[in-house]
Structure formats: structure tokens, C-alpha cells
């Protein structure tokens, strides 16, 4: 009798152990391991990004309205094409020459003066209206690389800025020949538009300043991309 309640006692003890052992687990949140990590999301963009050259990707495809800053006019324009480049390479880029595709039609772009790590804005050449937020295609028509990493100056040249005119000292102890200033405008996202502008000071003497007036520098959103010059 004892022998026989001692067995029904064990059977009972090993279906209970059975049963808990195949009890379903609820998840807890807290121990998620298939939570992607930062590079991981990171990764995930950029495979799904439109890659246009090494190292540049398309982030954005949109409609742009205000000034039409490609040719320099400043034209108002409302509703055209509009993509926002970012080169997370390595690559500093001179000059890129590319088509957008998209249900309205293919649109032209050139951009330059485009930094790694930096974004930019460019607008469409034929200002074809954008009403579709799909990008369809895109193809890279011509691209071209500085030859050396490019360069304000800091240590030859003081640039400075204001509303419509560009000021540039020599600080060396001899004279600077043609001399070159480059420069962008910018906005919130980055640069502002595949535009660079350009100007001559020409020839600086040691010491010297020359003051240029350049229309399309603007105090507050313009900025100095690079400067040459021969010695």
C-alpha cells in the first residue's frame, strides 16, 4: 500500500515537471535580441538609398519653390524637381552630371563642389514640376574628383564676408597671383543649390586686401567652399 502510494506519487511529480517544462514562455520586452543596432539601421539606408556615384547617394526627391539659384538669376520658381544628395564617402567631388526619373518625366542635374560627409540640394536644369514623390530611376552621366583635397587658405588668406561682397587679405610676406575665391550658398539641409560661384581678386601684394563685389554672397547663408592661387 505505502510502496504503491509512493509510485502514484512520483508519476504525478514527473507529468508535472512535463507540463512545465512545455509551457509556452511569454515574451518579455525587455529581453528583445533582434533589435537592430545603430550601424545596422544605418546600413539598412543606405542599401535602400539610390546610389548615384561611390559614395553619394540620392536621400530625397521633392518640390522646391523659391529662388532659382542654378544660373544665378535668383528666379522665383514654383513646384520643380528637386533632390537632396549626401556623400558619405570618402571622395571630395568636383563635378557630377546626372538624370533623375520619375512619372514626370527625366530631369538634368549637375552638381559641384561636393564634400564627403556633406548634403546637398540641387535643382532640376529643365525646372520640370514635380507632382510624383516616386524616384524611378537615375543614372550618372559624368563625375569628376579633385585632384587635391580642396582648401580656403586659412593660413595665406583672410576671407571675409558681408552682405554682397567678399574681402581677401594676404597674410604672407609675399604677393599672391590669381587669386581665386569659390563659394556656396546653404540652408538648413546643407548646400544650397549644384552652383558654385567663382571670382577673381587677382593679384594680391603682401599685406594687401582686395574687396570684391559678388552678388550671389549672402552674409548670412553664404559660405567659402575653397581658394587658390599661384605664389
Known amino acids: 500500500m505505502k510502496a504503491g502510494f509512493f509510485s502514484a506519487i512520483c508519476?504525478?511529480?514527473?507529468?508535472?515537471?512535463?507540463?512545465?517544462?512545455?509551457?509556452?514562455?511569454?515574451?518579455?520586452?525587455?529581453?528583445k535580441t533582434d533589435t537592430p543596432t545603430a550601424e545596422a539601421a544605418?546600413?539598412?539606408?543606405?542599401?535602400?538609398?539610390?546610389?548615384?556615384a561611390e559614395g553619394v547617394y540620392i536621400e530625397e526627391?521633392?518640390?522646391y519653390t523659391g529662388a532659382y539659384v542654378e544660373d544665378g538669376s535668383n528666379a522665383e520658381c514654383e513646384n520643380i524637381?528637386?533632390?537632396?544628395?549626401?556623400?558619405g564617402g570618402a571622395t571630395h567631388y568636383q563635378y557630377l552630371k546626372f538624370t533623375v526619373t520619375t512619372a514626370d518625366g527625366v530631369c538634368t542635374y549637375a552638381a559641384s563642389t561636393l564634400f564627403a560627409g556633406a548634403r546637398m540640394t540641387v535643382l532640376c536644369q529643365e525646372k520640370t514640376a514635380f507632382t510624383s514623390e516616386k524616384l524611378l530611376d537615375s543614372e550618372l552621366l559624368a563625375a569628376a574628383e579633385f585632384n587635391e583635397p580642396p582648401t580656403v587658405h586659412l593660413d595665406t588668406l583672410e576671407i571675409t564676408y558681408t552682405e554682397g561682397f567678399i574681402n581677401v587679405k594676404n597674410l604672407t610676406d609675399g604677393p599672391l597671383n590669381g587669386v581665386y575665391v569659390y563659394y556656396k550658398d546653404t540652408d538648413d539641409?546643407?548646400?544650397?543649390?549644384?552652383?558654385?560661384?567663382?571670382s577673381l581678386f587677382g593679384d594680391i601684394p603682401a599685406g594687401g586686401t582686395?574687396?570684391?563685389?559678388?552678388?550671389n554672397m549672402h552674409e548670412?547663408?553664404?559660405?567659402?567652399?575653397?581658394?587658390?592661387?599661384?605664389?
Open 11 to 31: 508519476v504525478l511529480l514527473l507529468l508535472a515537471l512535463c507540463v512545465s517544462g512545455c509551457e509556452k514562455k511569454t515574451p518579455n520586452n525587455n529581453d
Open 42 to 52: 544605418t546600413d539598412a539606408f543606405l542599401k535602400s538609398a539610390d546610389v548615384l
Open 61 to 63: 526627391v521633392f518640390s
Open 81 to 87: 524637381c528637386a533632390v537632396r544628395l549626401y556623400n
Open 189 to 198: 539641409a546643407g548646400f544650397l543649390g549644384g552652383i558654385t560661384y567663382r
Open 210 to 215: 582686395v574687396q570684391m563685389h559678388c552678388a
Open 220 to 231: 548670412k547663408t553664404g559660405k567659402v567652399v575653397f581658394s587658390t592661387y599661384e605664389q
